[in-house]
Each structure stands twice: as structure tokens, then as C-alpha cells.
């Protein structure tokens, strides 16, 4: 794991010490998407790009399950920071609470309350 991140952080100085700009863009794909970008983070956080006042990147760009992560990490203190200074342990806690507040926030949904455009989403609730 430690040579990866080494990589990672040598190649990504590289691009910005040449005046390349520094870009992240994230894909959709629902909850892998969001997650895949909560890992991301952790890591950038770990190489110095993300602090308690901006961060290193340019430019950054989320789409569909990627925004789903970008709309909280970027407006919300809380996950912000458990994200960019959290441990692998911390990461795990945070996510499962994550998942079980949305989890809570969903009781009581019907597919019968559902039109017909979202009756499969509401079932998966």
C-alpha cells in the first residue's frame, strides 16, 4: 500500500510542478461511485492535498453516485473532516453510521406511496 501511495504522491508533484493543473473527477455508479470517492479522499487527505481550508486541486468534477459524495464532503463540516483525517478504522465507523441514519431516514416508505416512474427505488427501501 505504501509504495502505491508513494506513486501516487511522487507522480501527482510531478504533473503540478510542470504547471499542469491539478484535476479529480469522479464517475457515477450510485453507492460505488460514492464510496470510491470517500476512499479517494481519505487518500488526498493522507498526500496533503485537502486541508482545513481548501485544497491543492484546480478543478474538481462529480457526476451521478460521485455527487452524491462531493453535495456532503463539500458542504458538510463533519463528513469533510472524517473523510480528509480519518484512519481506515474511523473510515469504517463513519460510513456504517453514514449508511444507518440514510437507512433510518427511508422507514416507512411504501412502494405503494411511490408513483409508478420510482415504485422500483421505493422498494428497495
Known amino acids: 500500500g505504501y509504495l502505491w501511495l508513494w506513486t501516487l504522491q511522487r507522480n501527482i508533484c510531478l504533473a503540478h510542478n510542470n504547471g499542469e493543473g491539478l484535476l479529480w473527477t469522479s464517475s457515477g455508479g450510485g453507492w460505488r461511485a460514492m464510496f470510491a470517492c470517500s476512499a479517494y479522499a481519505n487518500v488526498f487527505g493522507q ?66 406511496d411511490c408513483g409508478p416512474e420510482l415504485r422500483d427505488i421505493c422498494e428497495l427501501a
Open 47 to 112: 498526500l496533503g492535498l485537502f486541508n482545513e481550508t481548501g485544497s491543492s486541486f484546480d478543478a474538481i468534477s462529480t457526476t451521478s453516485g460521485g455527487s452524491w459524495f462531493s453535495s456532503q464532503f463539500f458542504f458538510s463540516e463533519k463528513y469533510y473532516s472524517a473523510y480528509v483525517d480519518g484512519t481506515p478504522e474511523s473510515l469504517g465507523e463513519f460510513t456504517q453510521e453514514w449508511l444507518e441514519a440514510y437507512a433510518s431516514s427511508q422507514e416507512g416508505i411504501n412502494a405503494s
